[in-house]
């Protein structure tokens, strides 16, 4: 088999038209019929059934489609990497991101990796923790953002900063004048937060959990931006990472230093501990890092100012 009859099985099952399939491929139809017949001769039987009016998967080329695209994918991985290995002028880096990080300090970041490395595509995936971990685990991609993960030798975290978790609530909340809060002045009010499998509800759960209390939920969203919302809106309270509070105030809610218990989680970068970063994914880690280390050197009453 090679690349080129892959590809060429792909379009074809994708279009299911060997004219749209040529078309894609910039291939003559007679070119892809011979392609697509030395695959199906190399693999000993028939991949689609073809009449004067229709093409279908045959049984088998429905079993090799989902492989054609792994190896094509994987085709397609090596050769990205290999570039990024040797030069820093083309490729790509891809990196996973919890929404709260993807959202607010993750753009500002990917400004400076643009100035300096035009030439370099990113792909970001805005995902939650536990898929974050997962993307990098399975090496869909390089770099991840997320929250400190337990135990897990297959992966390696380098820490950026703690992240402290704040109160959310409405500007005409008595709570919005408050210099702090406590969870036992929180809990009295209609909770909003994310749904499961969302680390920061698990993390809210657990810590509530320690001291005896129970997070009462009346509302759940998957998005960061809906909860937010809901809270400005006046439905009710939430907890976020310290690292929202802006998103968090162009919605129209404030934050307030949470204590009672107080909650703080590392935030770092997570790679496969048995991978070797390609230049372009080290040159954004450095990035990360150094930025990072700017902004974790300010007081951290500013998070709770005007910004």
Request: charged share 20%.
């Amino acid at each position: 088999m090679t690349v080129k009859q892959l590809r060429a099985f792909v379009a074809v099952a994708q279009t299911l038209s060997f004219a749209q399939a040529g078309e894609r491929l910039y291939m003559s139809q007679s070119a892809l019929s011979l392609s697509i017949k030395a695959l199906e001769d190399r693999l000993g039987g028939r991949l689609f059934s073809r009449t004067t009016r229709a093409v279908n998967l045959s049984p088998e080329g429905q079993a090799l489609l989902p492989l054609a695209r792994r190896l094509i994918a994987d085709w397609d991985n090596v050769e990205d990497e290999l570039r990024q290995r040797f030069t820093l002028r083309r490729g790509r880096v891809s990196i996973a991101a919890m929404p709260s990080f993807a959202g607010n300090r993750l753009p500002p970041m990917l400004m400076h990796f643009r100035e300096r490395y035009p030439a370099i595509g990113i792909t970001v995936h805005d995902v939650i923790n536990e898929q974050v971990i997962e993307m990098v685990r399975n090496r869909q991609v390089e770099l991840g953002i997320a929250f400190e993960p337990g135990s897990d030798t297959s992966l390696s975290f380098k820490p950026l900063y703690m992240d402290r978790f704040v109160a959310v609530v409405p500007e005409t909340s008595p709570l919005a004048e408050c210099k702090e809060v406590s969870w036992e002045d929180l809990l009295p009010y209609p909770f909003i937060t994310l749904q499961r499998p969302s680390s920061v509800r698990v993390m809210l759960e657990d810590s509530l959990s320690i001291g005896g209390q129970r997070l009462d939920v009346s509302m759940e969203s998957h998005q960061l931006a809906t909860v937010g919302r809901m809270v400005s809106s006046g439905l009710g309270v939430s907890v976020m990472p310290a690292l929202c509070i802006q998103q968090m105030h162009e919605l129209g809610a404030r934050c307030i230093p949470l204590v009672n218990p107080v909650i703080e989680r590392s935030i770092g970068i997570l790679t496969k501990a048995d991978h070797e970063l390609s230049v372009a994914a080290q040159a954004l880690a450095d990035i990360l890092g150094q930025l990072d280390a700017q902004t974790s050197q300010r007081k951290p009453t500013i998070l709770f100012g005007d910004q």
